[in-house]
């Protein structure tokens, strides 16, 4: 029997894809930081042991965050979720990530493992908080199908990154799989769309040979969206060392024509357009789907 997502988390984003390096989580705080600027209340949760997402926020550097503890005790203990760190940019509150969640995981999947189910946890923790919330951004890791699940399990739509080569398109098989697995339990869950990441050459060309691939990894059950991210190293590495989003970056560059010639192509401005494009793109697909009902 199923149970439709409760409609205290019908604005809960997933970005997931179960092949790393493919812009899961620059692609997810980008966006809740424009959403967040835009005047959505968001909450982002980080559910990478990895933490990655503490360095593009910044709280990485200063050490507010606590590597996953309180996220940790929640799911392990029912403990009250709240946010670790409140506005860390104005509208934008955080619940970090880090090595404590694989505690949590090695509980789930080592010898002695949790005998209740444990893939809803992290949707019952987060019905009581989701209603001070405009959004709810969730970062997954790549190669943890357990935190994988959990977020699957609490989301409403789920955005994908992918690069255009055939071994990341691949992890999108994956996730499908994953994701037909949690449709078991949320049957809501929906992929609002497939963003190409890290583009180096013409983005009509890449999006035209890539197309097929991702639709025939998805089975045909996501849009390719019209925000391409692309390639653009230098800005990546010198926002994520600063603490900053691209956007905010791009706002620092004392002069931004001279910014963009010594980059090149790989200007920080049209960056931040790109990720400009796609958080229009996500918050207008989640106000059309809420207006039609």
Request: with cysteine; hydrophobic share 40%.
């Amino acid at each position: 029997m199923t149970d439709s997502i409760t409609k205290e988390l019908t604005r809960v984003v997933t970005f997931a894809n179960c092949k790393g390096g493919t812009g899961a989580t620059s692609t997810a705080v980008n966006v809740a930081g424009l959403a967040a600027e835009g005047g959505w209340r968001t909450l982002f949760i980080d559910l990478d042991p990895y933490g990655n997402a503490g360095h593009d926020l910044g709280y990485y550097w200063d050490g507010r965050g606590d590597s996953g503890k309180l996220l940790r005790d929640a799911l392990m203990t029912g403990s009250a979720l709240v946010p670790v760190i409140p506005d860390v940019r104005p509208g934008l509150d955080v619940i970090s990530g880090g090595e404590a969640l694989d505690d949590w995981e090695s509980m789930i999947t080592g010898p002695a493992k949790r005998s209740s189910p444990y893939k809803s946890l992290l949707a019952e923790a987060l019905e009581p908080i989701a209603p001070d919330y405009d959004l709810i951004v969730l970062d997954t890791p790549s190669t943890r199908p357990a935190l994988i699940q959990l977020a699957l399990y609490a989301t409403r739509w789920i955005v994908v990154p992918t690069r255009a080569d055939r071994a990341s398109i691949e992890g999108l098989r994956v996730l499908s799989r994953q994701i037909e697995t949690a449709r078991d339990v949320n049957p809501d869950i929906e992929l609002l769309g497939v963003v190409l990441f890290d583009v180096a050459t013409s983005a009509t060309a890449v999006r035209r040979n890539a197309a097929s691939d991702i639709m025939s990894a998805l089975n045909g059950a996501a849009p390719l969206l019209k925000a391409v991210i692309q390639h653009s190293e230098s800005s990546a590495v010198k926002a994520r060392e600063n603490g900053v989003l691209i956007h905010e970056l791009a706002d620092q560059a004392d002069d931004a024509e001279q910014f963009s010639e010594e980059h090149g192509p790989e200007s920080t401005s049209a960056l931040a357009e790109d990720y400009l494009t796609l958080s229009q793109e996500v918050l207008q697909r989640i106000r059309d789907v809420e207006q039609t009902k």
